[in-house]
């Protein structure tokens, strides 16, 4: 069981938008804005999208935004595109003594 | 061009031992924390353990601690990861993984596999 948690799936039509939310504890992501959103593609490494709750890499589309409202932090995806279909995973710094926590991943499928 | 290049993954029998190297390079590897984060077959990503850029910091994931010991070598720009006492459960692709935040990590390298079974 991931310590943070995620729908196993979400989808939605070209065009459209989704959000994916990652629920934690006031231990991780309600307790700080270290909140991490990795696009996979598969048999692919994980790529950063969202770093400190809502902040974009360099290179990463406008359409990805992320937020945080107490124990649950959210990603956005706008103008779904064909090429987004992938696994998502949040991840989020822990005062516990694991550091860091991933969440199980969602399963995007655009239709 | 930032590079990290795992090796040292392949087949080991329960209880074995294995030795993973991430070969760094397009950055300075020294300033960098590193971890290695682990995907079991079919399965989500798990934080596996993390490395100050001195070496002086280390954390480890519950499900590993006492049986792996994460290293590095900064004059080879070099992150380790020594197994031992390997179980089934262990078995997964494992990335080598930093960045310049030190909970986000924006460096992948391409994933060794590490297989467990008799």
């Known amino acids: 069981q991931s310590a943070l948690t995620q729908p196993a799936s979400v989808s939605g039509s070209p065009g459209q938008s989704i959000t994916i939310s990652c629920t934690g504890t006031s231990s991780d992501v309600g307790g700080y804005n270290y909140v991490s959103w990795y696009q996979q593609h598969p048999g692919k490494a994980p790529k950063l999208m969202i770093y400190?709750?809502?902040n974009r890499p360099s290179g990463v589309s406008n359409r990805f935004s992320g937020s945080k409202s107490g124990n649950t932090a959210s990603l956005t995806i706008s103008g779904l595109q064909a090429e987004d279909e992938a696994d998502y995973y949040c991840s989020s710094y822990t005062s516990s003594s694991t550091h860091v926590v991933f969440g199980g991943g969602t399963k995007l499928t655009v239709l | 061009e930032v590079q990290l290049v795992e090796s040292g993954g392949g087949l080991v029998q329960p209880g074995g031992s294995l030795r993973l190297s991430c070969a760094a390079s397009g950055f300075t590897f020294s300033s960098y924390e590193m971890n290695w984060v682990r995907q079991a077959p079919g399965k989500g990503l798990e934080w596996v353990s993390y490395?100050?850029?001195?070496?002086?910091?280390?954390y480890y994931a519950d499900s590993v601690k006492g049986r792996f010991t994460i290293s590095r070598d900064n004059a080879k720009n070099s992150l380790y990861l020594q197994m031992n006492s390997l179980r089934a459960e262990d078995t997964a692709v494992y990335y080598c993984a930093s960045g310049e935040m030190a909970t986000s990590w924006d460096y992948w390298g391409q994933g060794t596999l590490v297989t467990v079974s008799s």
């Open positions: 400190e709750v809502s």
């Open positions: 490395i100050s850029s001195s070496g002086s910091t280390i």
